[in-house]
């Protein structure tokens, strides 16, 4: 056994020198290199030396003769992750499963991704803005069923002098299954499907069932809109009910769901004071008709009239390619278009300025009219990666509302670096 491995082998049985009888072997006399290391090694029973009293030291090992040591070591309780994955095929000859020390071994992970975006509007709404998003993912192995991932998110808003930023506990959430069902609890970000009914972080439990064909429901109260840290559940006794059906039939995904609040006020309507429990059904398809080509379309239909304005939406989007942050040189673009009520949807994703869709404590106004029955209008984006792991991205939306004609234009760029 070579010199590092008896010495690193020894100190993670972390035992003293007197836990051990004096010289074990007749060829490692005190005062050798080794000696201490090796009366560890033998007092704890992972090295026994040969039938004639000797360690045989100087001798050639077979890869055999290491696993059974190191199979002996990790019986004893010693930290030999990398030697055990190293001999993992001779340990499991013995009959040493290897696989959850491995997973010991990487039992915490922290991974991150910091971006830097830049919002301008113009049309009947001007502005600009500017920040800066780092966000620390912290996962870690419960079990062989069971995962927790908790996500930090720092936001520092660079467009005014003081530079206002926030640090939250985002997501905090345990997945894993129970019988055959997969299992998520606690705060996560739930983006049901496309996103255009719901994209919000929810407090609460979620259950899913199947394969290529995949039932799920979830119950929660509203924890905060990814964008806009805004409640659109504002009460305790809230609540937030869903259930969908998917399949993935190849080059063609379909889903359907429906959602229900109970919910006696929220955003984008707080401001105003009206009610806002509702029920939408949505359904969808994605097809991959061609090689780098993807169309997806979806609608949406509420049972509310809230404003007067249509009960349902819908939505078309063409995308080619697309950038891959594991590829530096790729790219992709696409083209969207939406029809969306604010009848068909809860908490809904898109960049394009749709004022007061989010917004608890202020209905944005603009002239007489307040930009809060929904939105239509197209975008176009184009995303490209400049080098491994950083990715830039850019979207133009034109939007209007249902109802006044109010006009918003939007460029949104981001670059993402992840590590």
Same mark, same amino acid.
């Given at each position: 056994?070579?010199?590092?491995?008896?010495?690193?082998? *020894?100190?993670?049985?972390?035992?003293?020198?007197?836990? &051990? *009888?004096?010289?074990?072997?007749?060829?490692?006399?005190?005062?050798?290199?080794?000696?201490?290391?090796?009366?560890?090694?033998?007092?704890?029973?992972?090295?026994?030396?040969?039938?004639?009293?000797?360690?045989?030291?100087?001798?050639?090992?077979?890869?055999?003769?290491?696993?059974?040591?190191?199979?002996?070591?990790?019986?004893?309780?010693?930290?030999?992750?990398?030697?055990?994955?190293?001999?993992?095929?001779?340990?499991?000859?013995?009959?040493?499963?290897?696989?959850?020390?491995?997973?010991?071994?990487?039992?915490?992970?922290?991974?991150? +991704?910091?971006?830097?975006?830049? !919002?301008?509007?113009?049309?009947?709404? @001007?502005?600009?803005?500017?920040?800066?998003?780092?966000?620390?993912?912290?996962?870690?192995?419960?079990?062989?069923?069971?995962?927790?991932?908790?996500?930090? +998110?720092?936001?520092?808003?660079?467009?005014?002098?003081?530079?206002?930023?926030?640090? !939250?506990? /985002?997501?905090?959430?345990?997945?894993?299954?129970?019988?055959?069902?997969?299992?998520?609890?606690?705060?996560?970000?739930?983006?049901?499907?496309?996103?255009?009914?719901?994209?919000? &972080?929810?407090?609460?439990?979620?259950?899913? &069932?199947?394969?290529?064909?995949?039932?799920?429901?979830?119950?929660?109260?509203?924890?905060?809109?990814?964008? @806009? /840290?805004?409640? &659109?559940?504002?009460?305790?006794?809230?609540?937030?009910?869903?259930?969908?059906?998917?399949?993935?039939?190849? $080059?063609?995904?379909?889903?359907?769901?429906?959602?229900?609040?109970?919910?006696?006020?929220?955003?984008?309507?707080?401001?105003?004071?009206?009610?806002? =429990?509702?029920?939408?059904?949505?359904?969808?398809?994605?097809?991959?008709?061609?090689?780098?080509?993807?169309?997806?379309?979806?609608?949406?239909?509420?049972?509310?009239?809230?404003?007067?304005? =249509?009960?349902?939406?819908?939505?078309?989007?063409?995308?080619?390619?697309?950038?891959?942050?594991?590829?530096?040189?790729?790219?992709?673009?696409?083209?969207?278009?939406?029809?969306?009520? $604010?009848? *068909?949807?809860?908490?809904?994703?898109?960049?394009?300025?749709?004022?007061?869709?989010?917004?608890?404590?202020?209905?944005?106004?603009?002239?007489?009219?307040?930009?809060?029955?929904?939105?239509?209008?197209?975008?176009?984006?184009?995303?490209?990666?400049?080098?491994? /792991?950083?990715?830039?991205?850019?979207?133009?939306?034109?939007?209007?509302? !249902?109802?006044?004609?109010?006009?918003?234009?939007?460029?949104?760029?981001?670059?993402?670096?992840?590590?």
């Amino acid at each position: 056994m070579k010199k590092s491995l008896v010495l690193a082998m *020894a100190m993670a049985l972390g035992v003293t020198a007197s836990a &051990y *009888a004096a010289n074990p072997f007749s060829d490692v006399p005190a005062g050798h290199w080794a000696y201490d290391a090796v009366n560890k090694l033998a007092a704890a029973g992972v090295v026994d030396g040969y039938p004639d009293g000797t360690y045989g030291g100087d001798k050639l090992m077979t890869r055999y003769e290491m696993a059974q040591i190191v199979a002996k070591a990790m019986a004893k309780g010693a930290n030999v992750d990398k030697l055990a994955a190293e001999f993992a095929d001779e340990l499991d000859s013995l009959g040493v499963r290897v696989a959850n020390l491995e997973k010991k071994a990487d039992n915490v992970k922290i991974t991150g +991704q910091f971006r830097a975006s830049y !919002k301008d509007l113009s049309g009947d709404v @001007d502005g600009d803005s500017a920040a800066l998003r780092s966000r620390l993912w912290v996962t870690g192995q419960i079990n062989e069923d069971w995962t927790y991932t908790g996500m930090f +998110q720092n936001t520092q808003d660079i467009s005014n002098e003081s530079g206002d930023d926030d640090v !939250k506990l /985002n997501r905090a959430y345990v997945e894993g299954r129970v019988g055959g069902l997969d299992v998520t609890a606690g705060r996560w970000d739930e983006v049901t499907f496309t996103g255009n009914v719901l994209d919000s &972080y929810l407090d609460g439990v979620k259950v899913s &069932y199947g394969d290529k064909v995949k039932v799920f429901g979830l119950a929660a109260k509203g924890a905060s809109h990814n964008n @806009d /840290n805004v409640d &659109y559940l504002l009460d305790s006794e809230d609540r937030l009910y869903v259930a969908g059906v998917t399949a993935d039939m190849g $080059a063609v995904d379909a889903y359907a769901a429906y959602f229900k609040t109970d919910s006696s006020v929220g955003a984008p309507y707080a401001a105003a004071g009206d009610v806002l =429990d509702k029920e939408i059904w949505n359904v969808g398809v994605s097809y991959n008709f061609a090689p780098d080509f993807t169309l997806a379309a979806e609608y949406m239909r509420g049972d509310k009239d809230y404003f007067d304005t =249509d009960k349902d939406g819908w939505y078309a989007d063409l995308a080619w390619k697309g950038a891959s942050a594991d590829e530096p040189g790729s790219y992709g673009l696409h083209v969207g278009y939406f029809d969306q009520s $604010a009848n *068909a949807y809860l908490s809904p994703t898109t960049d394009g300025f749709v004022a007061g869709t989010w917004d608890k404590n202020d209905v944005f106004e603009v002239g007489s009219d307040v930009f809060r029955t929904g939105y239509k209008g197209w975008n176009v984006g184009a995303s490209y990666a400049f080098a491994k /792991n950083i990715v830039g991205v850019v979207n133009y939306y034109d939007f209007e509302s !249902k109802e006044g004609g109010i006009d918003a234009e939007t460029i949104f760029s981001e670059l993402y670096f992840t590590f």
